[in-house]
């Protein structure tokens, strides 16, 4: 019940192309859906994140598609770029219980080729 | 505002032996928790404290513990090391209200400590 399940675990795309990676969900509690970035040797930082209540929240190139019903998520990345290429992780969390225990999946490695 | 200090960066350890990872927060911020990285297995939840005290665990053995203080500076502590700890283990900080205003809940990651157990 606790578990995100992320696909893939690598992905290569070309430069300007679209990068699309999926997370799954068990707890229908969960109440916040972020997306992180790490790049090699540094912390996972916030990309994008999303609460239920809305099915897509786009910033930029970044966009998080959301099915509630489907209890399912997506990071879509339009127009890649070889900066681009990191290790994207989801997660969940239910934030209005003033605990903040996130469940994270367990990462794509995207390389975009130049 | 300066980000999420961790220290070491870098620690080799021996099995049997015990460690302290040591975390400074953003300042302001009063939630700190610690996760473990892995290859394969992700970003696994550790603890969580808050104003020094632990308010949610993870699924980790009691050789895995933590503590903060009123500076909001927090430590974890490994004892009697196994070679399966060998992993980055990452701080981060946030405000921690609990309250669910997305600015809250939003985490600052450290770059981390990487233990090997050897």
């Known amino acids: 019940q606790q578990q995100v399940k992320q696909s893939p675990q690598s992905l290569i795309v070309q430069k300007g192309g679209i990068s699309i990676i999926n997370c799954a969900y068990e707890?229908?509690?969960?109440?916040?859906f972020p997306w992180y970035q790490q790049f090699p040797g540094k912390g996972p930082a916030l990309l994008i994140a999303?609460?239920?209540?809305?099915s897509e929240k786009k910033e930029g190139r970044f966009t998080i598609s959301f099915n509630k019903s489907a209890k399912q998520f997506s990071l879509h990345i339009m127009d890649s770029q070889p900066g681009d290429s990191a290790t994207y992780f989801c997660?969940?969390?239910?934030?209005?219980?003033?605990?903040?225990?996130?469940?994270f999946g367990t990462g794509t490695r995207l390389k975009v080729l130049a | 505002k300066a980000g999420v200090t961790q220290t070491p960066r870098y620690l080799i350890k021996t099995r049997g032996q015990q460690v302290t990872l040591s975390c400074s927060p953003i300042?302001?911020?009063?939630?700190v928790s610690w996760y473990q990285q892995t290859p394969g297995q992700g970003l696994q939840f550790l603890f969580e404290?808050?104003?020094?005290?632990?308010?949610n665990k993870g699924n980790f053995p009691g050789r895995f513990s933590g503590r903060q203080f009123s500076n909001s500076r927090s430590e974890m502590n490994v004892s009697t090391l196994e070679l399966g700890d060998s992993a980055l283990y990452l701080c981060?900080?946030?405000?921690?209200?609990?309250?669910?205003?997305?600015?809250?809940?939003?985490?600052?990651f450290g770059s981390g400590t990487q233990l090997s157990v050897l």
């Open positions: 981060a900080s946030s405000g921690g209200t609990g309250l669910g205003v997305l600015a809250n809940e939003k985490l600052f």
């Open positions: 707890n229908t509690a969960f109440d916040y």
């Open positions: 999303i609460r239920p209540d809305v």
């Open positions: 997660a969940a969390s239910k934030v209005t219980s003033g605990t903040y225990k996130y469940i």
């Open positions: 300042s302001g911020h009063r939630s």
């Open positions: 404290y808050f104003s020094e005290t632990q308010r």
